[in-house]
Structures are given as C-alpha cells and as structure tokens.
C-alpha cells in the first residue's frame, strides 16, 4: 500500500494530486484512487475536483498541469 502526493503551486491557489495504490505479493494492482484537489492558500481548505478509478489518470492530469501551467488551472478552478 503506497500514498503519493504532488503539490503544484499555484498564485491564489495549489493543487493536491494524491495518489493510491495497492498491489498484492505477486504484483498484480488490487487498488488505485486518485484524487485531485485545490487548496487556498490562505485557509489552507482542500476541495474536491476530481477523482478516479483509472490507473494513470493522475500522471495524465500531472502533465497537462506540467504542460499547459495556468490554462490548466483555469480549467480547474472553471474560471
């Protein structure tokens, strides 16, 4: 059972993407969630945006926010 977390930072807020994975003793995946949040920067309230099921769906959303940077988290905030 592993937890990853990755902190992106942004001006008003950052964005929380927390990963979690299980694998049984030969290696097969037996669980995985990922979640994605905001986070204010000055109360420091996480909010929920999105969560998934899917194996690698927290890497894909890592890169769009590495690739398109403030577009991405205009995307995220629905502003």
């Known amino acids: 059972m592993a937890t990853t977390t990755t902190r992106f930072q942004g001006l008003t807020f950052n964005i929380l993407v927390e ?3 299980d694998k049984s003793a030969d290696g097969r995946l037996i669980g995985y969630l990922a979640s994605i949040y905001t986070q204010d920067k000055v109360s420091a309230e996480r909010r929920l945006i999105r969560r998934s099921r899917l194996p690698g769906a927290a890497t894909e959303m890592k890169l769009a926010i590495q690739r ?3 577009q991405a988290f205009r995307r995220l ?3």
């Open 77 to 79: 905030r629905g502003i």
């Open 68 to 70: 398109d940077g403030i």
């Open 19 to 21: 990963e979690f994975h």
